[in-house]
């Protein structure tokens, strides 16, 4: 794809959370900032790393639209609060929250960033609805040329052998807020820990306080690690305090979502 083929994203902010546990993870990371630097320009990125020590080369990649942020810690994945401190970071109105295994169709996601910036039509964008797992062959490929073109083809009603459904919906992933909205309702909730729920408890309390949150109907994919399912990971969520909070929200008071919406914006008070 040559300089005038890519996609303007109209200076944007686009915030990746990041922590290196496994080298396939690893890959997938670099490969994702591969792919938006070989499919879109006018934007700046901010890769938001938390960890004992750092681990993201930037020398890798090269690429200046690439501003590396490392916050040491050594508890549980901080993924609420690097998103925070990103936007915080951050100064367009709009910003992408885009996590480091995943590819969003290149016309979608422009057209989600114009609807934010043109339209008064929704605060909140998924552009997909469904997830699609891919590994193998399909993978490797799109590893070697971080190209759309890979998976455009991809028939979701009759998947591919190296490919299939992670999420038949979802919420998170790659996701685009107005970003005055996104502090006004608190933005994620950092007070919970680790990842799993935080989205649901996002769009819980982002929908009582108004927020239009709208999906596409056209899938995401998901760069394969670690496993082709997530039915251990939802397990793994029941009985825990993430969990607990996001279903708090549907039997809170008005006064007490809005309380709370208050007390989570407070850390960007500094703006």
């Known amino acids: ?9 109209r200076d944007i902010d686009i915030i990746v959370s990041y922590r290196e546990a496994t080298e396939e993870r690893r890959e997938n990371l670099y490969a994702v900032l591969a792919h938006l630097a070989y499919t879109y320009t006018d934007y700046r990125l901010w890769l938001m790393e938390a960890a004992t020590a750092p681990r993201f080369d930037w020398q890798r990649l090269r690429d200046p639209k690439i501003r590396h942020v490392f916050i040491h810690h050594d508890g549980p994945f901080p993924k ?43 605060e909140v964008l998924c552009p997909y609805w469904s997830v699609i797992n891919v590994t193998g062959e399909l993978k490797r490929d799109f590893m070697q040329l971080p190209d759309y073109a890979r998976f455009a083809s991809i028939n979701v009603e009759q998947l591919p052998p190296d490919a299939g459904v992670l999420y038949s919906n979802a919420n998170g992933g790659i ?3 107005k970003r005055s909205e996104y502090i006004r309702v608190g933005g994620y909730n950092a007070r919970l820990e680790g990842w ?3 989205d649901d408890e996002l769009l819980r309390r982002a929908g009582r306080l108004g927020l239009r949150w709208h999906s596409m109907h056209v899938p995401l994919f998901h760069l394969h690690h670690d496993s082709g399912s997530r039915n251990e990971l939802i397990e793994s969520l029941h009985g825990t305090e993430n969990l607990r909070a996001s279903h708090a929200i549907e039997t809170m008071s008005q006064e007490e979502v809005e309380v709370l919406a208050r007390e989570l914006s407070a850390f960007f008070a500094s703006d």
């Not at 794809?1 to 994203?9: E, P």
């Open 80 to 122: 609420s609060m690097l998103y925070n401190t990103g936007v915080r970071l951050a100064r367009s109105p709009v910003i992408c929250f885009h996590d480091a295994d995943s590819i969003a169709q290149p016309s979608t996601l422009r057209g989600c960033v114009d609807v934010l910036l043109d339209r008064d039509s929704s």
């Open 196 to 198: 799993g729920g935080e």
């Open 175 to 177: 996701v685009l807020f």
């Open 1 to 9: 794809m040559t300089a005038t083929d890519k996609i303007s994203l």
